[in-house]
């Protein structure tokens, strides 16, 4: 049975793909339909309930899909599929599917990066963020460097702005165009997508106390031919016939 469309219409092309690999990361406002945005609403709620008490090593937020089959569906979505493969080519594997609600009151997360293939820029490592109800900058906002991915850095580290300012960045410029490297808060839209290559430096503001959840899962995939590391997927999820998506749970 096809499986109902997850995005409108979007265009990501060559402009596009330029901007990504320019600035790190690429929104898509208002991509995700009311059906998606419902299902995942209601995916999302469920394995939060399902944390407290949890199993240690297999938590459900860090193992989401295997938890919930809608978010297990996503994986090998052909929507997903398609947009994932015009940012890394054909050949791809999946990483990841980890929940990132933020009730009211969670303390966000600090500056860091993440890792993959440092010493060969050929392969790209891409995570998908779904901001199912969106957030404003200073309630649970992603932020960003823009160029940071270039240096492809994946030990980035600051507990604030101030010291991500003062360390990593200082002296720090974008390599294409010599711009001082600058921190950028976001704010996006319910429905919103957010790509963003692995290497780049982002962290996120805490949630307002009195601030519904941020309900956020995000996807990740890379190009094949390089060890990840640690895939945040257990030997039989590895193992289990989803439709689609056999190749991209091969090994590297
Ligand atoms: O919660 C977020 O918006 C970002 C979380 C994050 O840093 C990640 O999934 O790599
Ligand atoms: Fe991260």
Known sequence: MPQN??????????QERKELDHVGHFVLPDLLTADAQQRLTESLAR?????PGCKKGYEPNRFAAEYDSYLESLIAHPQMLKLVRQVLGEDIR????VSLNRPGGNRGIHWH????????????????FFYVNGF????????????????????????????????????????QTGDPLAIEALSVPRGTVV?????????????????????????????????????????????????????LMLPY
């Open 136 to 175: 404003a900058a200073d309630d649970g906002g992603l932020k960003a460097v823009p160029g940071s991915h270039l240096y492809r850095d994946p030990k980035i580290q600051a507990a604030t702005d101030d010291t991500l300012r003062e360390g990593w960045l200082a002296g720090k410029t974008h390599p």
């Open 47 to 51: 394995v939060e309930s399902l944390i």
């Open 195 to 247: 790509l963003m290559w692995t290497h780049a430096a982002h962290a996120v503001t805490p949630r307002k106390q009195e601030s519904d959840t941020r309900w956020t899962v995000v996807y990740g995939y890379y190009k094949s031919g390089k060890d990840p590391g640690e895939r945040w997927i257990t030997p039989e999820f590895e193992q289990k016939r989803i439709p689609g998506a056999e190749e």
């Open 94 to 97: 999946y990483d990841h599917c």
């Open 5 to 14: 469309p997850i995005f409108h219409d979007y265009t990501f092309g060559a």
């Open 113 to 128: 990066s993440h890792a993959y293939a440092e010493d060969d820029p050929r392969y790209g490592f891409i995570r998908i």
